[in-house]
């Protein structure tokens, strides 16, 4: 079993009703793929008209490989109901996002696609963006096992998830991987039919 458990950075963009239209612009919804789409992930933000990075843009200064982690405003997700937005913030390298609330579509396409969404009551939303401010660098540590978040102070938030979501993401399966589970036992069923 996957314990789903990480310790990371956060990149902070504490923006409010973050849209998939800003996660990933429309014009890159012509591809059924997920390989590549990390590179236009906040496209319109990350870059500037001639395509060059701009330098002041928080993905611009993460390391993907200390940076697993997203904390943003509240209704992260909001808009169209685009899977890329999830599969865009996967391959950058995100394992989960942290906000106040998500959209409902964005929240279940998420889950469906290895990316947890956190939702931390105000309070601890308020205090971990605290800590941040202090120390840019410091790091929460995930349980999804435990539905928990250490944040750099120690403190630990409890936090909610679908349980069979919790299942698959622990089990490192999507839908179709827990459907085939059952392929032994519906061919055996399958066998004793006339």
């Not at 014009?27 to 060059?52: E, I, M, P, Q, V």
């Not at 096992?145 to 944040?151: D, I, K, S, T």
Request: proline share 5%; aromatic share 8%.
């Amino acid at each position: 079993m996957n314990t789903f458990q990480f310790r990371s950075q956060v990149a902070v963009l504490m923006e409010d009703s973050i849209d998939t239209d800003q996660i990933i612009p429309a014009r890159f919804l012509t591809t059924t793929t997920k390989a590549g789409l990390g590179k236009l992930l906040f496209n319109d933000w990350r870059y500037d008209s001639s395509g060059k990075p701009k330098a002041d843009f928080v993905l611009n200064q993460a390391d993907p490989e200390q940076t697993k982690v997203l904390l943003a405003g509240e209704d992260f997700g909001c808009g169209s109901s685009r899977e890329h937005a999830p599969w865009a913030l996967v391959d950058w390298g995100l394992r989960a996002v942290i906000a106040r609330s998500f959209a409902d579509i964005f929240r279940n396409n998420a889950l469906k696609n290895g990316l947890l969404p956190i939702a931390l009551p105000a309070d601890a939303h308020a205090a971990l963006a605290k800590d941040l401010e202090r120390d840019p660098s410091g790091e929460v540590i995930i349980s999804l096992q435990n539905q928990q978040v250490a944040l750099p102070d120690g403190s630990k938030i409890t936090f909610e998830v679908d349980p069979f979501a919790k299942h698959l993401l622990l089990n490192g399966h999507d839908e179709l991987d827990f459907l085939r589970t059952f392929t032994d036992a519906t061919e055996a069923y399958e066998s004793k039919r006339p």
